[in-house]
């Protein structure tokens, strides 16, 4: 089930939203001010931002700017009156996906959001998600949003089994199997590693005595 984040103060329209938007068998997340909406956004994962732009507080373009700039790249559509030339350019200089004006028709709505869902997923099909990072599994590299994350050769072979065993406790004694190639890997050296991807960012859980998981939120 993809989760939408909604951004909108309106609270007719927003009830109208979350009515359409579940009877499509999504999830959403009403926020109706640009702080609520931060807020979610650091606490879960979404798969699209819905966003009104005249808000209280953050507005919709300012939350998109800050979320691009940490390296979110969610898919995102501003819901908006604004349609001025210049509001347009500026959203999607700042990272917007698409553009839609109120008043809008919602079947409209709900064709641009699945077309933008379908493109994403296309695009990370080769990919493994959590959060903002994501691995690419052909080239077997880690990203956080759009950067590049370089790894030593130990770090990346044990993200890449964190990441195909996403959401799984990673055992051990499975790590230094596949760690072990003609050298040995002490259990201590492997905690040097973990704590090494912890520090760039990733939400790595110990299991005392197991082993490891990675678990998207």
């Given at each position: 089930m993809?989760?939408?984040?909604l951004?909108?103060d309106?609270?007719?329209l927003s009830?109208t ?8 068998k999504?999830e959403?997340?009403?926020a109706?001010?640009?702080d609520?909406?931060?807020d979610e956004?650091?606490?879960q994962h979404f798969d699209?931002l819905l966003?009104?732009v ?7 373009f ?5 979320l691009?700039?940490?390296g ?9 009156a604004?349609s001025?030339?210049?509001s ?5 200089d700042?990272?917007a996906?698409?553009y839609?004006?109120k008043?809008?028709?919602f ?9 933008l869902l379908r493109?994403s997923?296309?695009t ?5 998600k959590?959060?903002n990072?994501?691995f690419v599994?052909e080239?077997?590299?880690l990203?956080l949003?759009g950067?590049?994350?370089?790894l030593?050769?130990?770090e990346l ?9 996403l959401?799984?406790?990673?055992l051990?004694?499975h790590?230094l199997d596949n760690?072990?190639?003609g ?5 201590g050296?492997?905690?040097v590693?973990i704590n090494k ?7 790595i859980t110990?299991?005392k ?8 939120s």
């Amino acid at each position: 089930m993809s989760r939408i984040l909604l951004l909108e103060d309106d609270a007719v329209l927003s009830e109208t939203l979350v009515e359409l938007l579940e009877s499509e068998k999504f999830e959403v997340i009403h926020a109706s001010n640009g702080d609520m909406a931060l807020d979610e956004s650091f606490i879960q994962h979404f798969d699209l931002l819905l966003l009104d732009v005249n808000v209280p507080f953050l507005n919709g373009f300012e939350l998109l700017k800050s979320l691009r700039e940490s390296g979110d790249m969610t898919p995102a559509i501003f819901i908006t009156a604004l349609s001025d030339v210049a509001s347009l350019s500026h959203g999607f200089d700042i990272g917007a996906d698409d553009y839609i004006k109120k008043p809008f028709d919602f079947d409209e709505l709900l064709v641009r959001i699945h077309a933008l869902l379908r493109k994403s997923y296309h695009t990370y099909a080769n990919e493994i998600k959590v959060d903002n990072f994501r691995f690419v599994i052909e080239k077997d590299e880690l990203y956080l949003g759009g950067d590049f994350i370089p790894l030593s050769p130990y770090e990346l072979q044990i993200t890449k089994l964190l990441f195909q065993h996403l959401n799984k406790t990673l055992l051990k004694e499975h790590l230094l199997d596949n760690l072990n190639s003609g050298k040995e890997m002490s259990e201590g050296a492997l905690r040097v590693h973990i704590n090494k991807l912890r520090k760039v960012g990733l939400p790595i859980t110990t299991l005392k005595g197991i082993g490891y998981r990675l678990a998207s939120s």
